[in-house]
DNA sequence: GCTTAACCTAGCGCGCTGGTAGGATTTATT
DNA sequence: AATAAATCCTACCAGCGCGCTAGGTTAAGC
């Protein structure tokens, strides 16, 4: 599996406040309820976003969460990057001092490493694909096929 | 992360593998030692190989492994999807049926789903990375800055 | 018939993931 | 001032998948 559920449950709740103007405040029980995820859970999801400059906040009573920024401004690597911490193919991408998985990626053995060059051009065609995706889309195709009663 | 360690170490393998020539077979014993594996857990990585097609062995003594096709006629594509059982971006991709993590993306809601239109994206970045790479290219890249001993 | 190897299957420890619990703090409303 | 509504924070927990081991069976060479 590339990604956990706090991307899924990160991307969504992103699309959910792109889909809300700017102008006020969503509350996060709103949003659990609308999407139908635990509330307490996203708390930590939404949080990561908060952390990455992503979203705004307001405490208190009519409190909530908005967009930092417009959507079309917002690419969709920075929002999986904040939810997954990393977009790394392998263990060792991360964790600099490899554990568990044997790994020699370094150039010690006096060869290249080949794997690294494939997982290396993975995490490119990763990055790439989300890059390319700006949050504004995502709305966008939210909103497709979907009754247009709002606007009566 | 991306992939698990069976992707790593099974990549490892089938270029260690396109390094010999398909004269005569190698065994597992060999190429644990060369790539400082365990050789119990390598059985089963390889199977994963060899019932893809992607690689042949011979039992009894003097038996081993040896690669179904040439190098520069496999594309990491099979090599990953056979050790990885699939290449999906999220676990509802693989699970028809969710578990675990709650998703909704069937056209149920009435309107399209956002992220699956990103995730399958994604999953086309990385498809597309390891399809136009070859594993005579990794075996080449393997065989940079070795000293060339071999050709004395 | 001994050795070498592929092949098969069951099991196990540990860490991470997904989620809960319970609170503390901040702000609006009455 | 009191209450309610919300963000925020931290600790905790159960389940399970991953990486790996154990122990065998079968097949081929010498």
Redesign the pocket.
């Known amino acids: 599996?590339i990604f956990?559920?706090?991307a899924e449950?990160g991307v969504r709740l992103m699309v959910e406040l792109g889909r809300q103007g700017p102008e006020h405040?969503?509350?996060?029980?709103?949003?659990a309820e609308a999407e139908g995820?635990?509330?307490?859970?996203l708390?930590?999801v939404?949080?990561r976003l908060?952390?990455a400059g992503l979203v705004m906040?307001?405490?208190?009573?009519?409190?909530?969460?908005w967009l930092a920024r417009a959507p079309e401004e917002i690419s969709m690597d920075e929002v999986v990057q904040a939810l997954e911490g990393s977009i790394a193919p392998m263990?060792c991408f991360v964790n600099e001092h490899t554990?568990?998985?044997?790994c020699s990626h370094e150039p010690d053995a006096g060869r290249g490493c080949a794997t690294k060059l494939l997982w290396t051009r993975v995490q490119g065609g990763v990055i790439r694909s989300l890059q390319q995706t700006t949050l504004a889309e995502l709305v966008e195709f939210s909103r497709r096929g979907e009754p247009a009663s709002a606007a009566a």
Chains 1, 2 share one sequence.
């Open positions: 599996m956990s559920s706090k449950y405040p969503t509350s996060l029980k709103a949003l995820l635990p509330l307490a859970y708390e930590q939404v949080a908060r952390k906040s307001a405490r208190g009573a009519h409190g909530g969460y263990e554990e568990r998985v044997l």
